[in-house]
């Protein structure tokens, strides 16, 4: 059974040698190839970029803690809510000032 399992793989890394010896005669195939090895190695700079960027944002929630601290804020979570006593103003309650007149106010009656 060993011996038949090594056929079958050494058949197909053969067969896969084949394929790749042969798809360089396929037309536009060496672009394709060369677009894949150009994507792959940007790929790995990105990945790099990306990891550098960790130290970075460390760095920056460090300085915003600071700051924090420095404008006198404390921490960042929040506060509960402060409860009203029963003396607030409802409402409904009557605006105390008198109310505005909306049109104009006619001439007294002249007494001629």
Known sequence: ???RN???LSRLADRGE??????????GAKTLLDRTTALAKRVDEMQKRLRSLDSVVKRLTAAERRLDKLEGKGT??????????T??????AKPTTTPRRTTRRRPPPSSS
Do not use: E
């Not at 960042?76 to 402060?82: E, I, S």
């Open 18 to 27: 084949q394929v790749v010896g042969r798809i360089t005669d396929l037309p």
């Open 76 to 85: 960042t979570r929040k506060r509960p809510a402060t409860r009203r006593t």
């Open 1 to 3: 059974m060993a011996q």
């Open 6 to 8: 090594k056929d079958l």
């Open 87 to 92: 003396s607030a103003r409802s409402s409904t």
